[in-house]
């Protein structure tokens, strides 16, 4: 091997993709991970401008030229690109050579990967201090319920006219305990008394479902048939938007693409629907929000279509949308609690931080989401059988 043939197998061997580009942006030289990247032949590429054949270089071409005109390195930590509705990210270095002027080589790392787990710890962590947070609430609001529900239930039960200690503390008062209740009842004063319990009890229930929300051990799971749990979903969902006279759900194709035997699931039923109705929810949204948009001049039918199928022993259930779609900037906040770009149609940003905490707290599963403007959402949950 000469000493041309070694240096060669060296660039070729890098796992970063290499490319070499004149003060044109031509492409003069470029690796085998670099040809791997921009999925085209050497010879579609050579002699080819970079920002054709890399196109996530298109906004950057700045500072290709300027590290190619001072002569200096210029480091991008995160290029993001979206290709087939992929979000990948790169690492950019641009450097010159030593000895050639006008050449400069750009190095591109793909960090799609590590991207992905930073953003997926980063949301779970997220989740964990809003958990302690929520537990934290549901303990301190707890204690003063209690003295309320109790004070209640004392006062209802100091003016009944049958007990003993009711009737001693009147006697003594001159007090006519019949006629006190009477005015109490009059007055609606029982009627208030009993409207304050129950609303007290009520908040008790949702402070009780917020303590076992963050201990997830105390639900019971069942081993449930996914496809039933899914077309069930559905039709509480066509339910509830015939109740609420929902014009639009009319105008949508609903497409199953249900896998047929596949294994029960041990999954919590009731929470498993939440999550479904929730996705269902924002597809009818999203697809009404394409549906009304000014950008829309054809007629637009929008469609929504749920699959299940076993991969790699894994169930994939998948719920896609060709509504209006998100950009790079909302999904990435899809999941936080509170976050929500329909606060003024009525959106509180609850739906998907519930349906996250199900799936990775409760379910032990994965969900993840992908998307491009005006052309559709999907979410893509994993759940182990
Ligand atoms: N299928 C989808 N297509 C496009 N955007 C979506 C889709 N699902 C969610 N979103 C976006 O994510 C945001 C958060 O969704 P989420 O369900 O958490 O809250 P919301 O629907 O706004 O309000 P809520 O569900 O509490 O009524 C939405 O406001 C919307 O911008
Ligand atoms: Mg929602």
Redesign the pocket.
């Known amino acids: 091997m000469n000493i041309q043939e070694f240096f060669s197998d060296i660039i070729e061997s890098m796992p970063s993709a290499l490319i070499t580009i004149d003060s044109d942006l031509i492409i003069k030289q470029i690796n085998f991970n670099a040809l791997r990247i921009s999925n085209l032949e050497k010879n579609a590429v050579l002699n080819k401008s970079v920002l054709s054949a890399f196109p996530m270089l298109q906004n950057y071409e700045t500072e290709l030229r300027v590290a190619l005109a001072q002569h200096a390195t210029v480091m991008l930590d995160r290029v993001e690109y979206v290709n087939e509705e992929l979000n990948n990210y790169y690492k950019v270095t641009c450097y010159p050579l030593t000895a050639i002027e006008n050449l400069i080589v750009v190095q591109i790392d793909d960090i799609t990967q590590r991207e992905q787990l930073e953003q997926r710890v980063l949301q779970t962590e997220k989740m964990h201090s809003m958990d302690g947070l929520a537990a934290g609430i549901a303990h301190e609001v707890n204690n003063p319920l209690s003295a309320i529900i109790n004070g209640i239930q004392n006062i209802k039960r100091r003016v009944e006219p049958d007990r003993q200690a009711n009737v001693e503390a009147a006697e003594e008062t001159d007090v006519d305990l019949e006629k006190l209740n009477a005015y109490l009842a009059l007055r609606e004063i029982k009627f208030f008394l009993d409207s304050i319990e129950e609303g007290a009890f009520r908040a008790s229930n949702i402070v009780s479902n917020m303590l076992k929300f963050s201990k997830p051990d105390t639900y019971t799971h069942e081993a449930c048939d996914i496809n039933l749990l899914l077309e069930q979903s559905l039709k509480f969902a066509l339910k509830d938007y015939e109740l609420q006279n929902v014009p639009h759900f009319e105008n949508i194709d609903i497409e199953l693409v249900l896998e047929k035997d596949l294994p029960l699931v041990s999954v919590l039923p009731l929470e498993l629907q939440q999550v479904f109705v929730?996705?269902f929810?924002?597809?009818e949204?999203?697809i009404t929000s394409r549906a009304t948009s000014a950008q829309e001049e054809a007629p637009f039918r929008g469609k929504i279509t749920l699959e299940t199928k076993m991969h790699n022993d894994e169930l994939i259930i998948t719920v896609a949308?060709n509504?209006?779609?998100?950009s790079e900037e909302?999904v990435r906040k899809?999941?936080d609690p509170y976050?929500?770009?329909?606060?003024k149609s009525?959106?509180?940003?609850?739906?998907?931080?519930t349906?996250y905490r199900i799936v990775k707290s409760l379910l032990g599963g994965e969900i993840e989401v992908r998307?491009a403007v005006n052309v559709?959402?999907q979410?893509i949950i994993t759940l182990r059988p």
């Open positions: 929730n996705l929810r924002n597809a949204q999203a949308d509504g209006c779609g998100m909302v899809v999941f976050f929500s770009t329909r606060h009525g959106g509180h940003g609850l739906g998907l931080s349906v998307s559709g959402t979410f």
